[in-house]
């Protein structure tokens, strides 16, 4: 069993940053895979990144990359998401999951994730 629990979120003009923190409760945080995923006023949620168990590997959807950077600290049991150049079409509730048993190809299925996070707003004005 795992817990989240997100923070970091708030408002910024465009063009600032935002790190989000990802904090997890439970023994084998090393061994989940964990992701960050978004949701928008009337759409759908949407895959953003992904980070290997052992992070070594990245997964970012096409929108964020070269902008937004996940990171994780397996001793303090988080997981980062640093937002750089931020938009205004980053705004949304950013919720962070995670999950044991994922393969590369399913990664930024939302449905592949068992556990999740309350989530944390970001606005970004433009």
């Known amino acids: 069993q795992v817990q989240l629990v997100e923070s970091g979120g708030g408002l910024v003009q465009a063009g600032g940053s935002l790190r989000l923190s990802c904090a997890a409760s439970g023994r084998t945080f090393s061994s989940y895979v964990m992701g960050w995923f978004r949701q928008a006023p009337g759409k759908e949620r949407e895959f953003v990144s992904a980070i290997s168990w052992g992070g070594r590997s990245t997964y970012y959807a096409d929108s964020v990359k070269g902008r937004l950077t996940i990171s994780r600290d397996s001793a303090k049991k988080t997981v980062y998401l640093q937002m750089n150049s931020l938009k205004p079409e980053d705004t949304a509730v950013y919720y962070c999951?995670?999950?044991?048993?994922?393969?590369?190809?399913?990664?930024?299925?939302?449905?592949?994730?068992?556990?999740w996070g309350q989530g944390t707003q970001v606005t970004v004005s433009s």
């Open positions: 999951a995670a999950d044991s048993v994922i393969t590369i190809a399913r990664i930024a299925e939302v449905d592949e994730y068992d556990y």
